[in-house]
């Protein structure tokens, strides 16, 4: 079970797919061939920044591929950001736990678990984007990494979730006839705004 979960398992870095073996620079040396006594032609004014001095010729160096070397710093924001999700997964996941130790009320209860399954929900994607960059980093992938979907529908999830829970403490407070902390505050400025 843990081959199955291992970012770096044998049956994971068989899925990878395969790459080229050499990688080609993108520069903007031109494509040319030697001549009969293998001299490369000269151009002039080769990558001169203003104005070349006359007779500045200038003999095109040979092309030669070159691997892209991927930096460490590549790799280490991406293990950050698994672990800025990690953290945000136990952080969801503490206030689940917390909710559903701490109360007998059976809405408190209810959104314990609603609060456990986002983390876990969290917990998910994080692995999900982790995988999936890893696997770009290592395909050399010039696409962009930001996935803001993400973010957005965590915030979401957390948004209606707390708001349901305001809203379900309202209630129950008003069919008790409980003063509602604030509710004179309010009424005091739609007052001042309707005259």
Known sequence: MTDLLSPFS????????ARPVRYTRADNIP?????????????RDYLSINHPAPNSNVR????VATAVRVEGKVWFANERTWVAWLNVA???????????????DPIARAFAYV???ISVGVLIYGYVLYQHRITMIRRRDPRPFDVISGPIVVSTLLFVAVAAN????VRELRDKNVPIPGTNIYY??????SL
């Open 115 to 117: 609060y456990a399954i």
């Open 90 to 104: 136990v952080l969801l996941g503490t206030l689940a736990l917390a909710l559903f130790n701490a109360s007998k």
């Open 31 to 43: 494509e040319t061939e030697a001549d009969e006594e293998g001299q490369r032609p000269a151009v």
């Open 10 to 17: 044998p049956s994971a870095l068989a899925n990878l797919p």
């Open 188 to 193: 005091s400025f739609v007052r001042m705004f």
């Open 166 to 169: 305001f809203m379900l403490r």
């Open 60 to 63: 095109v160096p040979k092309k």
